[in-house]
């Protein structure tokens, strides 16, 4: 769970209740600004400038990565042992691709708009990683230039065990106009890769090798085949506005308006915006900014014979495109050769903006990403943990019938308007189903059900939805919640088992069931409450309680059997005269008498046994003489009739 201050907590939510299990504080990789003055010189955030937006986390590898408000990335590796890190990993980019036309003079005239200049090449090696922030350029109209949002710590850092630093990245100031906010995140340990994009573009980064591989802008990544018209845009004169996802210790009364997307300003535009080739001028200068990301080995071209790692990109304009990745082989040299990453162009388009991509087989079942196993990284140089690491390979998706056979796949992407399922390598367009015409969806996930697999939707007019994979058969349409709050927008997600989550308040977890069987189980899941009473006073020792189970004490003869117990005594009470034996014969006689009980039991039960067998025997006997009886009169019957000589 992400929060306004720069944390992170993760909760176990396996049972009913929430469990805190440990708390991340990103806050901890910069430097803080000592007075007021400091603040406006590197933020672009009034407030919370450590409020994170996005996350991606992989559980298999324990590789965390979080993308903040001020345009910076994190990367985190999970280790048991402490360290001290004397310099944090940084690198800056200059993520900034516009379509900018020439000011036009004061007497007016139409201006040849500029061609589309890359801010940066996408050569991983003119970006090589920096141990410091670089200091601003300023031109001479005082414009700032290179310059992060925030400042990267130059002391050494301290990190306990846990998830500790493994590199920063920080989009940088260009032109006097500050980095557009982070949009889109993924991060994905086999192939040692973090891609994350806004609405300029995107850039993939090896954390490996501590290089910048691809940095491209949106239009770029279509090449000559573009299927929009763009028009040049001026550049901005104004600031951007602030922004920060804040989802729990929102402090402010203005958090609504700093907790909206990138791409939310523009939503109602995009979203009925059509896609033919009539949209006005003012749609056109809509920029496009990436939305979703997927890593998966799957066929990137229709020529492919098999399956080669490759990531998916969705955009806000529907549009699905693939960029291929040619990796070096795993161990020792995947520190050394660089990735090859090459677009592959456009797949598919859909309407509305893409809001989730996943993969299934030839069978239905999902294809998760690969990953690599969890190592300890500051394992000892000799260790047995380090010749591990040597040997240690990343683990790919499960190979299953359809891998092997290099059999067909399917692409599920679900957009705000519509989901399609597409064949793969053919892509073809096998199933589509328009979810929504009125209104567009805020939450999309690919689930597992007990009966198979679906695709849940929230819409923004209250409905979930689900549609079955891979026919896109309308499963559910239920009319639950309307979005009057932003923070259910950005919070809701779905799980698996047919539940989702969200917040309904800055500190309260909202926890929704839309599976049958769960709302069947759903009271034995349930905990029960009890009511906190004080603890009553101890009952007095009594006499029973302290001759059956009090152990050895000595007792007094008045105090059980006389005046202050148990009243004055009449004259023709008989006094206790102790036994001979005392305990000891009490013992004996209690053993004798349990001795005979047992073999009165014996007894009875051999004697049981005897009347049992005595009426078997008796119940036999009474059957032949019936048979007898029957087989004499038949003999009667037959020679009544007969006289004496025909014997």
Known sequence: MRHADGSVKFWDASAIMLQVLYKLKTAKVFEKARCKEEKPSTEIVDEDPFAIQLMSWCPESRMLCVAGVSAHVIIYRFSKQEITTEVVQLLELRLQHELNDLESPEGGGDQTPAPPTPSTSPSPQTAGPQTHTS??????????DNVPCLKVRSSPLKQSPGYQVELVVQLVWVSGEPPQQIS?????????????????????????????LLNLGTVELYGSNDPYQRQPRSPRKSRQPSGGLCDINEGSATSEDRCKSPTSDNRDNSFSR???????????????????????ETYTRKADGGLTPSLWVGTSLGTVLAISLNMPPAGEQRLLQ?????????????????VRMAFLDSTGSILPSPF?????????????????????????????????????????????????????????????????????VLRADVVQMNAGICVACFCANGHIMTLSLPGLRPLLDVNYLPLT??????????????????????????????????????????????TPVETPEAPNRGFFKGLFG????????????????AGKAPRSLAQHIPGPGGIEGMKGAASGIVGDLARARIALDERGQKLSEVEERTAAMMASAD???????????????KKWYQF
């Open 135 to 144: 200091s601003s350029s300023n031109s001479s109209d005082g414009m700032r």
């Open 184 to 212: 889109s995140l993924a991060i994905n340990s086999c192939y040692g890769l973090v891609v994350f994009g806004n609405s300029n573009g995107l850039a993939v980064v090896d954390y490996l090798q501590k290089t910048v």
């Open 274 to 296: 059509s896609r033919s080739s009539s949209v006005t001028s003012i749609d056109k200068e809509t920029r496009e900014a990436i939305t979703s990301f997927y890593f998966c």
């Open 338 to 354: 660089p990735v090859i990453v090459s677009p592959c162009g456009t797949l598919f388009r859909l309407k509305g903006s893409v």
């Open 372 to 440: 690599e196993p969890w190592y300890e990284p500051n394992a000892p140089a000799n260790g047995e943990e380090r010749d591990k690491v040597r040997k240690r390979r990343p683990v790919s998706v499960s190979p299953s019938t359809s891998q092997e056979l290099n059999e067909n796949q399917y692409a599920v992407v679900c957009s705000e308007k519509q989901a399609k399922v597409v064949i793969l390598p053919s892509q073809t367009c096998v199933f589509k189903h328009n979810i929504t015409e009125t209104s567009f």
């Open 485 to 530: 709050d932003m923070r259910i927008a950005r919070t809701f997600c779905f799980t698996n088992l047919g539940q989702a989550l969200y917040l309904t308040s800055p500190t309260e977890i909202q926890r929704i069931t839309y599976s049958q069987e769960v709302c069947e189980n759903l009271q034995e899941m349930l905990g029960e409450l009890f």
């Open 550 to 565: 009090g152990g050895a004490q000595s007792l007094d003869r008045m105090e059980l059997f006389g005046e202050t117990g």
């Open 627 to 641: 048979s007898f009886s029957k087989h004499a009169h038949e003999m009667m019957l037959k020679c009544k009739d």
